[in-house]
């Protein structure tokens, strides 16, 4: 079946960086585009970004710019996100997910997802 | 900035018909998804281009958007319904823009 692993929590230090990865399987990578979305507590979830699987063009939401770097090995099926300047409110829940048209359409809606990354920051 | 509104909480009595809205500015000439999501889970989507179901998604979920509005309708509602919704659009210029959520109580 169609699936998104994702890799274990982490704790970091405002400041540091944090890289997540995000494992595809059950079906051909290549095909769709793969966003990331984070989830603060108790908060609505916001996008962040996403990359196509073939060029590795990406868009970012404004709020990361500078900020964020998705990056995706082919090879290995796996799509990546890394975000830099971590501050206490950057302590979230992140998901990536696979964009639910095959390209070269585009549905810009979300299914699957993967089971999340919990990112804490704190000193 | 582009933003999408929802009620925070919905009430419904098992086997009653649930609405929830999601309003934002001209939303109607965009395409609105929809996302149940469970406590402890990765939302799952249920409602996509306004008022397609994905595969597995029971028919007692549907869709409707016009004007400024989308609606997601679940009919003959069930307690395993019960979970936080959140709608969801995007156009080039906004790209992706998710509601704040509305708390699906079954009675």
């Known amino acids: 079946q169609v699936q998104l692993v994702q890799s274990g929590a982490e704790v970091k230090k405002p400041g540091a960086s944090v890289k997540v990865s995000c494992k595809a399987s059950?079906?051909?990578?290549?095909?769709?585009?793969i966003y990331w979305v984070r989830q603060a507590p108790g908060q609505g979830p916001q996008w962040m970004g996403r990359?196509?699987?073939?060029?590795?063009?990406?868009n970012y939401a404004q709020k990361f710019q500078g900020r964020v770097i998705m990056t995706r090995d082919t090879s290995i099926s796996t799509a990546y996100m890394e975000l830099s300047g971590l501050k206490s409110d950057d302590t979230a829940v992140y998901y990536c997910a696979r964009d639910y048209g095959e390209l070269p359409t585009v549905c810009n809606c979300f299914d699957p997802w993967g089971q999340g990354t919990l990112v804490t920051v704190s000193s | 900035s582009y933003e999408l509104s929802q009620p925070p909480s919905v009430s419904v009595s098992p086997g009653q018909t649930a609405s929830i809205t999601c309003s934002g500015d001209?939303?109607?000439?965009?395409?609105a998804s929809w996302y149940q999501q469970r406590p402890g889970q990765s939302p799952v989507l249920v409602i996509y281009q306004d008022n397609k179901r994905p595969s597995g998604i029971p028919e007692r979920f549907s869709g409707s958007n016009s004007g400024n509005t989308a609606t997601l309708t679940i009919s003959g509602t069930q307690a395993m319904d019960e979970a936080d919704y959140y709608c969801?659009?995007?156009?080039?210029?906004?790209?992706?823009?998710f509601g704040g959520g509305t708390k699906l109580t079954v009675l």
């Open positions: 001209k939303l109607g000439d965009k395409y």
């Open positions: 969801q659009t995007w156009d080039s210029s906004i790209y992706v823009v």
């Open positions: 059950g079906y051909s990578f290549t095909g769709y585009y």
């Open positions: 990359i196509h699987p073939n060029s590795g063009d990406t």
